[in-house]
């Protein structure tokens, strides 16, 4: 994937600042927004994947900063909800004016409550997605109900959210207070789909169902079984996001090659890092796609195969191709192969390292004891295995 920072004015001279995902071929088929939770940001960790998983969807996402946040100029005490409509509606039409009309909302907790009601304003918009979304906006006020006296008797309150401070005032409150998005659910008219966690603890997934209940079809729910709130586990934000880009994909158009996202330039394979992905490396053969990455102990985030992983299983799978190709030639009773190999690295006496792939194989079928034997042998003539073992030259330039 590709992100580009995007400053996005708004008529009172409030800048919003805003990262644009694309898939790692910059050429997504729809565009989507991204609407964070209360008093976060765009650099959350659930928005950041969740937004990169929709890419390899094909979809161009803005993940931006509500007013008042992140890197967003202006005083959040002056925005609140009515501004984060308003702020959404800014982004939809700057991505109108520049790439292309959004088509999918998604919002986290009151992020989802704001594009159910922004789906209303913004005519390009055909899915809606939420997670873990309050049915109400008064549901916010929570989170600060012990300073709610104050602020109403003084017109402000510096109070703590999080663990960091913010200044509300009466406005603030009265805005939240006086919105209801339940109303706008029964016009909403486009396909809806709810995700939210059972165990959630700051907004209960008593207000899913108060959702799901006022909305008409289609709509979709979705459990996010184990997560918090914020998605703080990787694979609840990832899975999330995948789940989303599955969905929507029944109501819009994508093309079929969206799977490939790198141009190999004519080569056999090409491969795309993003150092803000950390090691995370997307790679092609400009038909099939796979992931690989490093794991935690050396500091990767494990979501794919490591590179000596990638070599074992092209020696793997190299392997029980062979195998299976001679079986058949000899029309041997083969059903099934299973190829198992580790990768170590030893030292000969003169302290050299060197590599040692060992391979194991699991023959299925109504084999004797000479076929499987010969099947092994077999096994040490596949052309991957072959490389291996001999000497390799690798020339590396710079690409044009």
Known sequence: MRNTELKIKRNDNVTLHAYLEL???????????FAHCFTCNSELSAVKNISRELTSHGFGVVRFDFTGLGQSTGDFSDSGFSANIEDLCEVSDFLKENYSAPTLLIGHSLGGAAVLVAAHKIDSIKAVATIGSPATTSHVTHLFEDDLEEIKKQGSAEVNIGGRPFRINSQFVDDLEAQDVLSHLKDL???????????????????AAEIYQKAFHPKSFVSLDGADHLLKNRKDSKYAGSVIGAWVARYLEFSPEKKIKIDTRGHHVAAHLNLEDNFITQITNGKNTLIADEPEDVGGDDSGFAPYDLVSAGLAACTAMTVKLYAERKDWPLREVYVYVNH?????????????????LDLLGELDNKQKERLVEIAAKCPTHKTLEASSQIKTTLAE
């Open 344 to 360: 170590e690295k030893e030292k000969n006496q003169a302290g050299k390292k060197f590599d040692i792939f060992s391979k194991s």
């Open 189 to 207: 008219k486009k396909p809806l789909l709810i995700l939210h966690s059972p165990q959630d603890d700051v907004v209960s997934i008593d207000n």
């Open 23 to 33: 898939p790692a071929d910059g050429k997504p088929d729809q565009f989507a927004i």
